[in-house]
């Protein structure tokens, strides 16, 4: 699976956009990008994932570049609740190996009142 | 229809004893996977299974830790013989198909006195 870089902290108003930004410029034309989060010590939650179309849901939207090495994630209206440390991963399933997802370092997301 | 569901939450063993962590996955989901987070540090895949079947367990050291997933109840891992540098966060994921987006449990803690 592809590597993935991402800003090692970040920081957002309240009620601001948080946009957070992930190069995986070896992506290969198969792979997904997929965003989780981890709150505290809870477990992960996922949040949203795509290939190469922008998808929107409840909880954020997904830009992925038109060469798709680079994606970004919005939050479009952060809540102290946000706080937390933001995955990008970049994962093919395969039915043979399943979904092995290769968590990174994550961005640091702090919302700030 | 309940998340997956991880116990104990909280499990402390003395050195040499055994643990064993016990994930139901969500309801319909026949993939299940393990993670462990070590203090301080970013969650690393350990097994995967689908229903009776090991099918990626290279995450997994060698010795001491096993996974099951049988066809009736939950999937279990146990730890042998534990050490201190067991002590850990332990989550369990569970999906329907081999995609990557997986839904985790809350983690099971496992501190070895």
């Known amino acids: 699976d592809a590597k993935t870089t991402q800003p090692p902290s970040m920081d957002c108003a309240e009620g601001r956009a948080a946009n957070l930004p992930c190069n995986h410029s070896?992506?290969?034309?198969?792979?997904?990008v997929y965003w989780y989060r981890q709150i505290h010590s809870q477990g992960p939650q996922y949040i949203i994932h795509?290939?190469?179309n922008n998808e929107t849901n409840e909880m954020a939207s997904l830009i992925i570049t038109e060469d798709r090495k680079s994606s970004t994630l919005i939050l479009p209206h952060a809540t102290l609740r946000d706080t937390a440390v933001y995955y990008c991963?970049?994962?093919?399933?395969?039915?043979?190996?399943?979904?092995?997802?290769?968590f990174g370092e994550g961005t640091q997301l702090t919302v700030n009142p | 229809n309940a998340g997956v569901m991880q116990n104990p939450r909280h499990l402390v063993r003395r050195r040499g004893q055994e643990a064993r962590l016990r994930c139901s996955p969500m309801?319909?989901?026949?993939?299940v996977y393990w993670y462990r987070q070590l203090p301080e540090e970013g969650l690393k895949f350990m097994v995967y299974l689908q229903k009776e079947n090991i099918i990626d367990e290279s995450g997994m050291p060698k010795e001491r830790f096993s996974a099951e997933f049988p066809k009736e109840g939950p999937s279990i891992l146990r730890i042998q013989q534990v050490v201190r540098g067991d002590s850990a966060a332990y989550f369990c994921?569970?999906?329907?198909?081999?995609?990557?987006?997986?839904?985790f449990g809350e983690g099971s803690r496992l501190t070895v006195l």
């Open positions: 994921a569970s999906s329907p198909t081999f995609s990557g987006e997986l839904f």
């Open positions: 795509g290939l190469k």
């Open positions: 991963i970049v994962n093919m399933g395969r039915e043979t190996s399943g979904s092995r997802l290769t």
């Open positions: 309801k319909g989901h026949s993939h």
């Open positions: 070896t992506i290969s034309g198969n792979e997904y």
